[in-house]
């Protein structure tokens, strides 16, 4: 049975669970289930801090995880990314006083906070950059005020937290991060997981597309399809009326309406468009 550490709080396990339920796994009703074992499914999974999944599946213990890309590569441990998810996006970024910092090399000899050591370190190591990590739990942004640090390193969503700190972001993104599906490094693949990566696959492309119908004339379609050019090629159905043919293809969802002013422009009717809540590619 293939094991399977999962968030157990936040918004981070509400989008995993969301997203394995769409993949057609049994999910906890009662948040404070910490096993839930599917057996038609051959799964199990253990509902964990998002922080120490990665030590679980790097150490054996689980087969693999879902979790943060930047809690994953601050743990240091022995996994690898197999899958990125598409949600929980964020992005790691150095932060100072207004007017103190305008590029990483200034943060030579400085002292930075942080909830993410291991990140940080190799991030710093790799540019040859010396400075003093303090490794705080939370509320990183007030450790400037406090004292305690010149500078930090921190996951920034829109940066409101930071300016309202008197703080600015500067240099490069550290890392740009989203949920991740990991797996131990260099071992054989479990049982399950192809099924598990599958299925989260067909929940990725049934999120990102959508399946656009309409009826076209015989001498437009090589135009409509060059529109509508589909995953391989579009399917193409004859009509009563031999001058038309009914088209499908599936399409990008945040492209559907031009497309459809674009096929209505060309002489498409009757466009219709339908949601796709499962595919294999």
Request: aromatic residues 6%.
């Amino acid at each position: 049975m293939l094991r399977v550490a999962v968030p157990n709080k936040g918004a981070l396990s509400e989008a995993a669970s969301a997203m394995l339920a769409e993949a057609g796994y049994r999910q906890r009703r009662d948040p404070r289930e910490l096993v839930l074992v599917d057996p038609e499914n051959e799964i199990e999974f253990f509902f964990l801090r998002p922080r120490d999944i990665a030590v679980y599946v790097g150490s054996g213990t689980l087969d693999v995880g879902i979790t943060g890309r930047d809690l994953f590569l601050d743990a240091q441990v022995n996994a690898e990314e197999l899958l990125q998810l598409g949600f929980g996006a964020s992005t790691f970024r150095f932060a100072g006083p207004v007017g103190d910092f305008s590029s990483v090399e200034q943060l030579e000899g400085r002292r930075l906070a942080t909830s993410y050591e291991g990140l940080l370190n190799d991030y710093l190591a790799g540019r040859g950059i010396t400075a003093s990590v303090v490794r705080l739990d939370g509320a990183v942004e007030s450790s400037v005020r406090l004292g305690v640090a010149d500078a930090i390193a921190d996951v920034v969503e829109t940066g409101n937290t930071l300016r309202a700190a008197g703080m600015e972001i500067f240099g490069e993104p550290i890392l740009q991060s989203e949920a991740v599906l990991i797996g131990r490094a260099g071992a054989d693949a479990p049982a399950g997981l192809d099924v598990l990566l599958r299925r989260l696959q067909g929940v990725l492309v049934a999120r990102q597309y959508v399946m656009m119908d309409y009826d076209i004339r015989t001498d437009l379609v090589d135009r409509a399809a060059a529109l509508t050019p589909g995953l391989e090629s579009p399917t193409i159905s004859p009509l009563r009326d031999s001058e038309w043919v009914a088209v499908r293809a599936m399409v990008k969802r945040n492209r559907t309406n031009r497309i459809m002013d674009e096929l209505y422009d060309l002489g498409a009717r009757a466009i219709l468009v339908s949601t796709i809540h499962a595919c294999r590619i």
